[in-house]
Antibody, heavy 122, light 108 residues
């Protein structure tokens, strides 16, 4: 069974950088699949942030591209999200996810983390 | 960007009834690259359907997907208590990957 677990600060000040970690167990992130981040503002729908394929391509939502970094820690089977210069609009639940491999990039999410609530407030 | 519009916003039904949820795309979704997810309160989303009509592992056969091009449907026959939740469609035909805004299926 593939398990993903988010961790990181639940409160971030405006203009600072949001940082989250995703620890994966049950599958090696270097063995294939895309891995990425999806968020959900309070009471709203799902928003795709970005993803990577180990040793390969990355994709980001255009509206967040300039502020997002996704990095990988292969030995610890983890990957992380950094979102710079946050505002209240970045408040929400952040999910890490495994996405299936498609011909043109990531397809659908087959495994989700439980989610981490991040609030942007001073 | 492909915009997905789901309707209705809320569906009020009784257990045992059938639900029909719609997902309309602003442009054609090629190769049937569309998925459906279920999200219960306080939980992460769960994959139900991929490639328009293929059920994910462990999903009951009362869930079915159909459609092509720009119009897609998720049908839930014989609603069970655990089916009352929010449902999202997602396209993976083009970048950026996008989700619909969701349809809530609530108890009437």
């Amino acid at each position: 069974q593939v398990l993903l677990q988010e961790s990181g600060p639940g409160l971030v000040k405006p203009s600072e950088t949001l940082s989250l970690n995703c620890t994966v167990s049950g599958y090696s992130i270097s063995n294939g699949y895309y891995w990425g981040w999806i968020r959900q503002p309070p009471g709203k729908g799902l928003e795709w942030i970005g993803n990577f394929y180990h040793g390969g391509s990355t994709h980001f939502d255009p509206s967040l591209r300039n502020r997002v970094t996704i990095s990988v820690d292969t030995p610890n089977n983890q990957f992380s999200l950094r979102l710079a210069t946050v505002t209240a609009a970045d408040t929400g639940i952040y999910y890490c996810a495994r996405l299936t491999l498609g011909a043109t990039g990531p397809n659908f999410v087959d495994f989700w983390g439980q989610g981490a609530l991040v609030t942007v407030s001073s | 960007e492909i915009v997905l519009t789901q309707s209705p916003g809320t569906l009020s039904l009784s257990p045992g009834e059938s639900a029909t949820l719609s997902c309309r795309a602003s442009q054609s979704v090629s190769v049937n690259y569309l998925a459906w997810y279920q999200q219960r309160p306080g939980q992460a989303p769960r994959l139900l359907i991929y490639h328009v009509s293929s059920r994910a592992t462990g999903v009951p056969d009362r869930f079915s997907g159909s459609g092509s091009g720009t119009d897609f449907t998720l049908t839930i026959s014989r609603l069970e208590p655990e089916d009352f939740a929010v449902y999202y469609c997602q396209q993976y035909s083009s970048f950026p990957r996008t989700f619909g805004q969701g349809t809530k299926v609530e108890v009437k």
